[in-house]
């Protein structure tokens, strides 16, 4: 059965992807854990002219979720009609029962987001004005409209969810990258190939630090990511640079893998990385490959500023060595 902290371990692998202020919200109930997600269509709306359209996904998770049981599910869009709800929910349903044994919210989200955006572009086509052109009407056609009732007659795509750790989910169905706004219907999205961004993480410690630096190592070639893994006397920070999906997926690895050992000398998972902040790389910041340094104060200082990032610097790692420096003197 699973415990009370590996469903709280699946939520907080959730906030790392869904990490916008209140997109997933966790609550104790009597009957279990209370999950409640916020789905964001903005781009939708935009596209056709039309008001901000949102979903909201509940689930709630039994005690012996997800060994035993599956959660319940209820969804909330305003932009649909009762019964295509009622169908997405139903499809979600039949995933969960499929999965069951296995941690299956990121899988579930992922189906919700597809199959709500993909209703979502259907109603706007008929009812917008401003119709898109025939190929992209052809396109949102060809989905079946019970798509929902049968999760097995979904559109398959090649690769896996672009996220995965390691609580449960081994091998799941595919689906769709959970933090990248859906084109309609297999248009590719070219903004996805351009959307690099720089993100600053802060490691409290380390006890195995050969094997922890290869793993951050080995991630960064695996992901394509570039960057620096900076030791600075007491302070460790990881500078990445790359996709903002594979720096999530480096995220989500890093919290939930065993990376580091305890007091005791066993493998644990990382539970002290926190995200300091994340910001578009801009061309004169971009760093062509990852290492590792060792580095004093004023070298590091000097880094951030050769690089223009002297405002991260200043805002994110100027505090910490400060609070280092503090806590060596008392």
Known sequence: MASNEDQAFEVDALKLIYCKDGEVRDSEVASGKRILVELDFTHLGERFSANNIHGKLEFLLPHDYPQQSPPSISITCKSLCPEVIESVKNALKLRANDMLGESMLLDLICLAKELLEHEITNSLLLDSPKKSSAKEKAECDSFSQDAGRDAHTLPKEDKPCEYSYDVGIQNSPPCVNADTP???????????????????????????????????????????????????????????????????????????????????????????????????????????????????????????????MEDMYEEHVKPLLQGFYKSVKH
């Open 182 to 308: 859906q084109r309609s219907l297999g248009d590719v999205s070219e903004a996805n190939s351009t959307n690099m961004v720089t993100s600053l993480l802060h490691l409290d410690h380390m006890r195995s630090k050969t094997s922890y630096t290869k793993l951050i190592r080995r991630w960064a070639g695996e992901l394509s990511l570039t960057g620096r893994l900076f030791f600075c006397q007491r302070a460790i920070f990881i500078l990445l640079q790359g996709d903002v999906k594979n720096i999530k997926e480096y995220i989500v690895r890093n919290r939930t893998t065993s990376v580091d050992v305890d007091s005791r000398g066993k493998a644990c998972k990382e539970r002290m990385l926190s995200v300091l902040c994340e910001a578009s790389t801009a061309p004169n910041q971009t760093l062509r490959e990852f290492t590792v340094v060792e580095i004093s104060p004023q070298e590091l200082h000097l880094f951030f500023k050769q690089h223009f």
